[in-house]
């Protein structure tokens, strides 16, 4: 959302002031709340802009109803509202559409319609059940014979629990589905590292396409507590899956930027280092608890806890801070969440 906010609101002068007010200050406690004023010790002035490599990359919005549309490879579109991505082919058979964001209201269909006129619209294949990148749906449920493709285990979601937009699936499959859509192969197959149910990887082999929704944020650190994932074992083994393809397109569904092979290999390696420098500072736990609580005469042991996680998490986001401010972008909004996700995950295992 903050690459959505700056891309459209930043022209010349917020970007210009923040870039020339911007200095890493290390006394400043960013897991503290952001004042928008310029002399509060936790300003938003401490926090350094968006990287201009992140910024060059950015996807402009190129057609008249508000979407980015870009031919990836032959008969392959990329799609995005700068927020929201989801992506399109152009088949022998007619076209087939990767998720359906309702950000995206029924201006998908008439992106395809510019790029394929008299072209069919033949299938809709879900990445996974959730309505913020499918409950567009509803926008193609008029077509005739439309073939909508979910996972099992998504359909069996919706059927107990309907999500508004979300088209009921017409085929299904338990793991995997190799398909061949009018010239077009493509393998899908479940995983999980981001749904209650199950997610679907959706593959391209021709293209070199992977589509992986809701995982990494090109050339950004990842949203908080690493896009609020409740399994975060789960989310540091995807990486080693995402890279057993053979691809060079990465479709992760957020921020406007299209992801690449390099992405993924450094939102991994960002990942591990966080994880290896918060299990470097684990041995210091008991020190730093046993300071607190002298500090308050062994009578509130929460609070000594409490500052041991906390100065463990400020060291951690420190050194991540430093080592990757210059790769990715926001490192310094989301750094001291992903050293808290692992200290709290650090502790229970
Ligand atoms: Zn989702």
New binding site residues.
Partial sequence: MHNLITTLITPACLLCAATAAFAMDPDVNRANAISLSADHPNSFLNFAPELPQMRARAAQINTAFGLHVSEIEPGLFFVTDLVYQSAFAITDDGVVVFDAPPSFGDNLRKAIALVAPDQPITHLIMS?G?S??NGGGYTFADIPDLEVISAAAVADTLAAHPLQGVLTPTRTFADTLVLNIGGLAINLQTADF??EDVDTLIYLPDQKFLMA??TITPGEAPFKNFGATADISGYLANFETFLSYDFTHFLSGHVSVLGTRDDVIKSRDYAFDVRDTVYALMPTFNDRMMEALEAVAFENPNLAYRYAMETIRDDCAGQIIDRWQDELSVVDLWADSHCDTIVTFAIMH
């Fill in positions: 996974h959730h913020d990148h981001h749904a929704i809701d």
